[in-house]
């Protein structure tokens, strides 16, 4: 059973780690598609370099598995990340919720199963 445990967790941490990449890279390459997206749903644009460094860190933080504390601190950041874009969304009721939805079943499923293979 711990052998197909380790392989979910490995399925569901690539993806979300993937959701996540392709998000900073958006950042970095659509940065005007992203600077509207950014002022429709009311945050302010200078965060979005930022975000996406921030992003591509907390990826490297939990598939490197360098220190657990940092690990639990990238879990976190993207928990309240998703939370916040999820809320936006719905606060300016444009119905784009799905992916933050998405984002965050991976998320969780990632981060309780490391809890189980014990990494």
Avoid at 12 to 32: D, G, P, V
Avoid at 106 to 114: A, G, K
């Amino acid at each position: 059973m711990h052998k197909y445990l380790k392989i979910a967790y490995w399925i569901f941490t690539t993806l979300f780690s993937l959701l996540m990449l392709y998000s900073a890279t958006m950042y970095f390459t659509q940065y005007e598609m992203v600077k509207g997206f950014f002022e429709h749903l009311g945050y302010p644009v200078y965060l979005i370099y930022p975000l996406a460094v921030l992003k591509i860190i907390g990826v490297l933080v939990i598939l490197t598995n360098f220190s657990k504390t940092l690990k639990e601190w990238a879990y976190s950041a993207f928990f309240f990340e998703i939370i916040l874009a999820f809320f936006a969304h719905y606060m300016v009721k444009d119905g784009e919720q799905g992916g933050a939805v998405i984002a965050m079943i991976l998320l969780l499923s990632s981060y309780f199963l490391s809890k189980k293979v014990r990494f």
